[in-house]
């Protein structure tokens, strides 16, 4: 059974850095690309940064590049997001996605950026 939970949420001042993880199990971890998406109140989810199998290659959307970072570690089945000046818009409920055939998400992490 594939799961997939992040964790690392929660509530930061604006400029400030989260680390988000997201532990995967049930699939061959290192053989999928894995991504983050997110996900604002009112508005639809969207792709955040992904990265694929060895070697690992990246993308990430224009809004967030030069301030996240996304790393996997294939032998803690983890994939991280690293995310620094945090801005208010990055507000969302965060998941992790494996891109496998069957596309498996985890259930999400709330990230909130406010004074």
């Known amino acids: 059974q594939v799961q997939l939970v992040e964790s690392g949420g929660g509530l930061v001042q604006p400029g400030g850095s989260l680390r988000l993880s997201c532990l995967a199990s049930g699939f061959t971890f290192s053989d999928y690309r894995m991504s983050w998406h997110r996900q604002a109140p009112g508005k639809e989810r969207e792709l955040v940064a992904s990265i694929s199998k060895y070697p690992e290659s990246t993308y990430y959307r224009e809004s967030v590049r030069g301030r996240f970072i996304i790393s996997r570690d294939n032998a803690k089945n983890t994939v991280f997001l690293q995310m620094n000046n945090l801005d208010p818009d990055d507000t969302a409920v965060y998941y992790c996605?494996?891109?496998?055939?069957?596309?498996?998400w985890g259930r999400g992490t709330q990230v909130t950026v406010s004074r």
């Open positions: 996605k494996a891109v496998t055939p069957n596309e498996y």
